[in-house]
Every structure is written in C-alpha cells, then in structure tokens.
C-alpha cells in the first residue's frame, strides 16, 4: 500500500480566515514533505520533516505553519494568505530508516491527491 | 547544481502510436532518476524509477533506462491510449545524502486522441 491521503481536497478561503490542510500515511514512513504546485508548474518543495522534526523550510513565509504530531500525520497551518498563494498543495512521504544512530535516507516520495486552494 | 530538462511539448498522438519524451539530467554525485504522472485534477503518481546505471524501469507499458553515459532516462511507451494523457515529470535525488530534494523537469503534457 503506498497510499497518502489529504484533507480537504478542495478549500476556499478569504485572506482573514485560518485553515489547516491535513496529510496521512500508514506506511511507515518517517520523512515527510508539504510542496506547492502552480498551474502548468512542477511542485515546490516548502517543508521536510524527518522523524516528526523540522529538517528543511524552503524559506516559506510565515503565513504557512507546519505540524508533525506524530509519524503518520503532517498539517500545514494556513492564516492571512493572499491570493496568490491560491494553488495546488501536494503532502509526500518517504521511507526514511534509522541505522546505526544516523538516519539513511531513501529516494522514493510518493504523494497525495493534493487539496485545491483559492484563497479570495 | 542540480538539474532535469525535458521536452515540454505539449505532444499530441494518436491512439496506439509509439511515445517518448526525452529527458536528460545534470547531477553532482549519482542520482535516482523517476518518472510521476499527473492526470487532470490529481497528485502525483510514481510511474517508475530507476536507481543505478543501466537499471531499466518500466510500469504500465511505459519503460525508461538509465543512461549515465548520456546522463539520459528517456519515457517510452510503444502503444498510448487515451487514458494516458496526463503531465509526465521526470526528477531526479541524490541517493544516500542528507538533501531530501526531488528536482524536477518542467513537465510534458501528452494528449493522445482516440
């Protein structure tokens, strides 16, 4: 099973509001990622965590708040965004393994369906 | 640093025709190499992946090789049908270091019409 899920698929919200986009996995994967995609764009890569912490922001304002509560679950914490921040948010993970005391990285990423955003 | 150029097309083919879009990478160290697909409206599905020199991945009819002589993974499919129209990526990561990047092509959108 290589399954991630996002919550919701589609959010509209004004540029006052607060919103959380939520992402899950249950394939045991320890390193998590939050990318934006733009229309007719690849992704942007926003926020890493690996073994539930922060491991690398991409320089992302601070309107966009991640959360790792625990191995299977990222949130990405959303308030007074603008409207170009109106895209499409994809959640990925990947197999990260603890060796030895250091943590070995594997490539693979698999996503989500992504939420729609439209901020008004 | 880093990078992955492929054919932004847009292709369009018939059904059953012979597919392949090109992509070619420039990497520091030696890099995994991916093919995702997007269909409208959706994420982005691992197609398929290749992890060492010559290593052939294939998935669905689609197959690529990893060339490192031409530092190339080449998207092939001998047979499209309309259900594969979708932006096809090809990416690459460094295996084994603590940079967690996927660096992406710009993307090829490919419509086959029945």
């Known amino acids: 099973d290589t399954e991630v899920t996002q919550t919701p698929k589609h959010l509209v919200m004004g540029m006052t509001n607060k919103k959380s986009l939520k992402c899950e996995q249950h394939m045991g994967h320890r390193a998590m990622y939050w990318y934006k995609q733009k229309a007719k764009k690849p992704p942007e890569l926003m926020f890493v965590?690996?073994?539930?912490?922060?491991?690398i922001n991409e320089s992302v304002p601070s309107r966009f708040s991640p959360e790792c509560p625990n191995s299977s679950l990222l949130n990405l914490h959303l308030h007074a965004l603008q409207p170009e921040d109106s895209a499409l948010y994809l959640c990925?993970?990947?197999?990260?393994?603890?060796?030895?005391?250091?943590?070995?990285?594997?490539?693979?990423?698999?996503f989500g369906p992504g939420t729609r955003l439209t901020v008004l | 640093g880093d990078s992955v150029t492929q054919m932004e097309g847009p292709v369009t083919l018939s059904e059953e025709a012979f597919l392949t879009i090109n992509c070619t990478y420039t990497a520091t160290g030696y890099p995994s190499l991916f093919w995702y697909v997007q269909y409208p409206g959706e994420g982005l599905q691992l197609l398929l992946k290749a992890t060492k020199a010559d290593d052939k991945g294939s998935n669905k009819g689609f197959e690529a090789t990893y060339r490192k002589e031409t530092t190339s993974f080449h998207l092939e499919k001998g047979s499209v049908q309309v259900s594969d129209s979708a932006v096809y990526f090809c990416?690459?990561?460094?295996?084994?270091?603590?940079?967690?990047?996927?660096?992406f092509g710009k993307g090829t959108l490919l419509t086959v019409n029945p």
């Open positions: 990925a993970s990947s197999q990260d393994m603890g060796l030895a005391g250091a943590v070995v990285r594997t490539d693979t990423q698999y």
């Open positions: 965590y690996s073994y539930e912490k922060l491991s």
């Open positions: 990416a690459l990561s460094i295996s084994g270091g603590s940079n967690y990047k996927l660096t």
